[in-house]
T-cell receptor, first 112, second 107 residues
Framework: DAMVIQNPRYQVTQFGKPVTLSCSQT?????MYWYQQKSSQAPKLLFHYYDKDFNNEADTPDNFQSRRPNTSFCFLDIRSPGLGDAAMYLC???????????FGPGTRLTVL | AQRVTQPEKLLSVFKGAPVELKCNYSYSGSPELFWYVQYSRQRLQLLLRHISRESIKGFTADLNKGETSFHLKKPFAQEEDSAMYYCALRSFQKLVFGTGTRLLVSP
């Protein structure tokens, strides 16, 4: 089935230790997104790629970076995770024409 | 500025009762609105979109431009409808989400 895959599903890291979350898609969508979702809150957009064009949200901390080496893959790098970065991280994709976003299952990040 | 408001954090009903989850938006232009649902331990998924004008799992939503609303309705709630519901507004390639309403359907 065409889908959005996120690995790992659970990630534990230490305070200040860099961590990378990955997302892949088989939908061949142009646009990929990274969201942060904290408990009982709406997803908060961190950034998105339209093809290779990177679009950062104004309030996304510099601690968060992203890479998209090709259409299928996108990575979220957290350079120095703090306790406040513990959250569910959601990847999503869309085609520009449709507007509908397809979400992955998320990676739950724990920071010790 | 684009904004989506869901005034209720929690809506608790009994099975078989009607349900209405409220959503209001502000947007300069022609809005494109969605309802997304997140069941327990499942991924966020599209429930319905206003341009489709379809009913999914018995849910409907009508865009009311005069009232800037896109309320989600179901005449008879089922226990399996218990989930988190997010109203979202498309702004270029992005979605602006509301804060969500948790629907709890009790037997």
């Amino acid at each position: 089935d065409a889908m959005v895959i996120q690995n790992p599903r659970y990630q534990v890291t230490q305070f200040g230790k860099p961590v990378t979350l990955s997302c892949s898609q088989t939908l061949n969508h142009n646009v990929m997104y990274w969201y942060q979702q904290k408990s009982s809150q709406a997803p908060k957009l961190l950034f998105h790629y339209y093809d290779k064009d990177f679009n950062n949200e104004a309030d996304t901390p510099d601690n968060f970076q992203s890479r998209r080496p090709n259409t299928s893959f996108c990575f979220l790098d957290i350079r120095s995770p703090g306790l406040g970065d513990a959250a569910m991280y959601l990847c999503a994709t869309s085609s520009p024409r449709s507007g509908e976003q397809f979400f992955g299952p998320g990676t739950r990040l724990t920071v010790l | 500025a684009q904004r989506v408001t869901q005034p209720e954090k929690l809506l608790s009903v009994f099975k078989g009762a009607p349900v209405e989850l409220k959503c209001n938006y502000s947007y300069s232009g022609s809005p494109e609105l969605f309802w997304y649902v997140q069941y327990s331990r499942q991924r966020l998924q599209l429930l319905l979109r206003h341009i489709s004008r379809e009913s999914i799992k018995g849910f409907t939503a009508d865009l009311n431009k005069g009232e800037t609303s896109f309320h989600l309705k179901k005449p008879f709630a089922q226990e399996e409808d218990s989930a988190m519901y997010y109203c979202a507004l498309r702004s270029f390639q992005k979605l602006v989400f509301g804060t969500g309403t948790r629907l709890l359907v009790s037997p």
